[in-house]
């Protein structure tokens, strides 16, 4: 399950690294979220970190998912029963993993769809400001 987590969240972070570095060829310098240098890498490696803290805080949690039946409270002993159920104890890593996806995540989501709204602008009205010879290279 672990490896599927990763593979899946390297293929996001792939992609989404593609889409902003060709986003900053594409729109002018003077574009929100246009990072350049060290701040663009910093960017990038910030994302790639808190995917790596997320990646670590799954593994933790999925380690804790397979409870032995004696740590079961009694009153929950009815869901063993069932074809399919994952009984999680709550610990401090279930906390940190919330933590992590409030403070570090929703601010990441928000960047990463602010750059795709206007990116999707830029690509659907941009030939509207662009000059006569492109608009003629665009036609033929």
Known sequence: QIIFVICFGEVINSYFSCVYYRRNIIL???????????????????????????????????LRIDT????????????STKTSSIILKVDVH??????????WGMPVFSVISLIVRELSQELKHGMAHASWATKRLQVN
């Open 28 to 62: 002018p310098a003077d574009a929100r979220f246009h990072l350049t240098g060290w701040k663009k890498v910093c960017f990038l490696l910030g994302i790639r970190l808190i995917g790596f803290m997320v990646y670590t805080l799954i593994y933790f949690l999925l």
């Open 68 to 79: 032995p039946i004696e740590e079961i409270p009694p009153s929950a002993l009815w869901i």
């Open 94 to 103: 279930l906390y940190i993993l919330a933590f992590v996806m409030l403070e």
